[in-house]
Nanobody, 123 residues
Framework: QVQLVESGGGLVQAGGSLRLSCAAF?????MAWFRQAPGEEREFVAA????????DYTDSVKGRFSISRDNARNTVYLHMNSLKPEDTAVYYC???????????????????WGRGTQVTVSS
C-alpha cells in the first residue's frame, strides 16, 4: 500500500506564499492536489503526470499556483503564490497506481490519498 504524506501547510496572510510537499512512500504515477474547505465538497486544485510534461489546474488557481514533482525524491510540490482567503482549506495529495493520464481532475481516478495539511489565509 502506498502512503502519501503532506507537509508545508500553515497560516499565511493574503498575498503571501506557501509550498506544500507530498512525499510518496511507494510507486505512484500521476499525482494531484485537492482541497476541501469547511462545509464544502472536495475540489480539484492541480495535477501532474509522471513525466511532468502535462499539468492541469482549476481555473481559480491558474497563474498563482504551480505543481511540480521530483521523481528521484518521490515528491510532488504545490507552489502557492498570491494566496487569498478563499484558498483556505485542507489540502490533500492524491496519487495513481496506473499510467493513465485521463481525468486528471477527477478524484475517483486516484487510488491513494494523504491525510491532508491545513492552509489558512488571513485577510
Amino acid at each position: 500500500q502506498v502512503q502519501l504524506v503532506e507537509s508545508g501547510g500553515g497560516l499565511v496572510q493574503a498575498g503571501g506564499s506557501l509550498r506544500l510537499s507530498c512525499a510518496a512512500f511507494g510507486r505512484t504515477f500521476a499525482m494531484a492536489w485537492f482541497r476541501q474547505a469547511p462545509g464544502e465538497e472536495r475540489e480539484f486544485v492541480a495535477a501532474i503526470t509522471w513525466s511532468g510534461y502535462t499539468t492541469d489546474y482549476t481555473d481559480s488557481v491558474k497563474g498563482r499556483f504551480s505543481i511540480s514533482r521530483d521523481n528521484a525524491r518521490n515528491t510532488v510540490y504545490l507552489h502557492m503564490n498570491s494566496l487569498k482567503p478563499e484558498d483556505t482549506a485542507v489540502y490533500y495529495c492524491a496519487g495513481r497506481r496506473s499510467l493513465s493520464t485521463d481525468a486528471l481532475g477527477r478524484s475517483f481516478s486516484y487510488n491513494y490519498w494523504g491525510r491532508g495539511t491545513q492552509v489558512t489565509v488571513s485577510s
